[in-house]
Each structure stands twice: as C-alpha cells, then as structure tokens.
C-alpha cells in the first residue's frame, strides 16, 4: 500500500507538468489564431481603402482624358504572357493533414532572375590572412554592396518603364490620375496575397486548435 501511495506521488508532478505545457500549447495556439484573425481583418479593411482609392483615381483620369481614352475597347485582346504572377508553396508538405501554403507574388520586372538574392553573406567567418589579402576582401564586399544597390535600382527603373509600357494603350499622354490608380491597383493585388497568407495561417491555427480539442476530450 505504500508503495502505491509512493509511486502515485512520484507520478503527480510529472502528470501536472504535462497539463501545464498542454495548457500553454493551447494557450499558444489561441493567440497564434487570433492573431492571424486580427491580420486578416486588418488587411481586409486596407483592401478596401486601396480599392476605394484606385477606382476615385480611375474616375478622376476618366473625366480629364475623357470616356473614349479610357475604354475596354482600347485592350488589346490578344493573348501574351503575364506580368504578374503568383507563386504557392507548400510548407507542411511532409504533414498534409495540415496544409499551411504560402502565396508570394511576382510582378513586372521582378519575374527576371534577382543577382541580389544569389550574393552571399560571409560577414560572420574568421579567417587568417595577410593583410593585403584583407584589404582585397574588404574590398570584394564593398563591390558587392555596390552590386546589390545597383541592381535594386535597375530593378526599380525596369519596374517604371513597365508601368509606363502597360499605360501606352491610352496614349502617350496619360493622366498622373492614371498612374495613381495604377499603382493603387498594384497595391490592392498585393494585400490579396498579403490576405491569403493571413487566412491560410489563421485556418492553420483553427485546424490546431481542433486537433488540440479533440485530444483532450
């Protein structure tokens, strides 16, 4: 009988440490939830407002240029490759009961391959050499900041000029109207994406938080 009693007592914190992390799991797992909640309603209203914004803009442009420069029937109903596109990846592929897929998107010039994303970063290594052997390298990683700020750059000029390609259907002169708009639409496309991600989390923390239910029941 003591024996009983002995090993009932030695059970009796192990059993409420693992309460206790269970609780903060799920303690965790709400938070996680209701974060995500927040973000998505959050991005949803900035949606809205981009939207809102991008349509006065395009009404604005349409009332300067007039109804015949701003019309469907100007596109060009041809078919060519996208500009935009959206890339999804699998982060829980390994566990496809709980799908967690993330959106990013790719848009005008930043569909072409990225130098910047290939320079790599040996900032933290030590290494023993002479001195004009430092000197070079220190002046190897200057060109390469160099590099990737010029790169940055060129991306941002490339992105102007497809903007302004995508804009030539409507003439050679557009309404500033116009560009506004067009850069509010682009701003909209982004907080779908931006939208997506946060549901995608937010469904993932739900499905959590049942599997964490059920286990306990």
């Known amino acids: 009988m003591a024996e009983i009693e002995s090993d009932q007592l030695q059970r009796a914190p192990l059993d409420e440490t693992k309460v206790k992390n ?3 799991e799920e303690e965790e797992c709400i938070l996680q939830f209701l974060d995500s909640l927040d973000a998505y309603l959050t991005l949803v209203d900035s949606l809205s407002s981009s939207l809102r914004q991008g349509w006065f803009d395009l009404a604005s442009a349409r009332q300067s240029m007039g109804h015949t420069r701003i019309s469907s029937k100007l596109f060009d109903h ?3 490759s996208a500009s935009t596109t959206i890339n999804i990846m699998e982060l829980n592929a390994d566990n496809p009961s709980d799908p967690k897929p993330q959106f990013s998107l790719s848009k005008w010039a930043t569909t072409k391959e ?3 994303s ?3 970063n040996n900032s933290n290594l030590r290494h023993r050499a ?12 200057g060109t390469q900041v160099s590099s990737v700020v010029s790169n940055d750059v060129s991306l941002q000029l490339d ?3 497809e903007r302004s390609k995508s804009l ?3 003439g050679g002169l557009v309404s500033p109207k116009l560009r506004t708009a067009q850069v509010s639409f682009e701003t909209a496309l982004d907080k779908i994406v931006e939208i997506a991600n946060a549901r995608s989390s937010m469904l993932s923390s739900f499905s959590q938080l049942q599997l964490n239910k059920k286990s306990s029941s």
């Open 22 to 24: 269970e609780d903060e």
């Open 78 to 80: 041809k078919v060519h």
């Open 114 to 116: 990225n130098p910047s």
């Open 118 to 120: 290939e320079v790599p």
């Open 130 to 141: 002479p001195t004009g052997v430092l000197e070079d390298g220190e002046k190897s990683n």
């Open 159 to 161: 992105i102007q000029k």
């Open 168 to 170: 030539t259907i409507f």
